[in-house]
């Protein structure tokens, strides 16, 4: 299988895309962005590995994973990072 320049494209576009929402679910809180992932899975089950689709799950995973370290790391602190993030809206 080769990746083409429209593969490509379509990726960042994608990343564009999934960027613009994991901004506005990391500013929510949680169930927010759990209900980004439920949306996002609908393009995935109906279309498939779609360069494009991939590229949406690419900024939200890299967040989830960003606050799941933190997680791990420091409990209080994420919980303080959330109630922060909502004070501010």
Same mark, same amino acid.
Do not use: Q
């Given at each position: *299988?080769? $990746? ?7 990726? +960042? ?7 613009? =929402?994991?901004? $506005?679910?990391? #500013?929510?809180? @949680?169930?927010?962005? *759990?209900?980004?992932? $439920?949306?996002?899975?609908? @393009?995935? =089950?109906?279309?498939?590995? /779609? @360069? ?11 967040? +989830?994973?960003? *606050?799941?370290? %933190?997680?791990?790391?420091? @409990?209080? %602190?994420? /919980?303080?990072?959330? #109630?922060?993030?909502? #004070?501010?809206?």
């Amino acid at each position: *299988m080769e $990746i083409s320049l429209i593969d490509v494209i379509f990726f +960042l576009f994608g990343c564009t895309a999934g960027l613009v =929402f994991a901004l $506005i679910a990391s #500013k929510r809180g @949680p169930f927010t962005t *759990m209900g980004v992932l $439920i949306l996002f899975s609908i @393009p995935l =089950f109906t279309i498939g590995l /779609h @360069p494009a689709v991939l590229g949406l799950f690419t900024p939200i995973a890299l967040f +989830l994973l960003r *606050m799941g370290y %933190l997680v791990l790391r420091n @409990p209080e %602190l994420a /919980h303080e990072v959330w #109630k922060k993030n909502v #004070k501010e809206r």
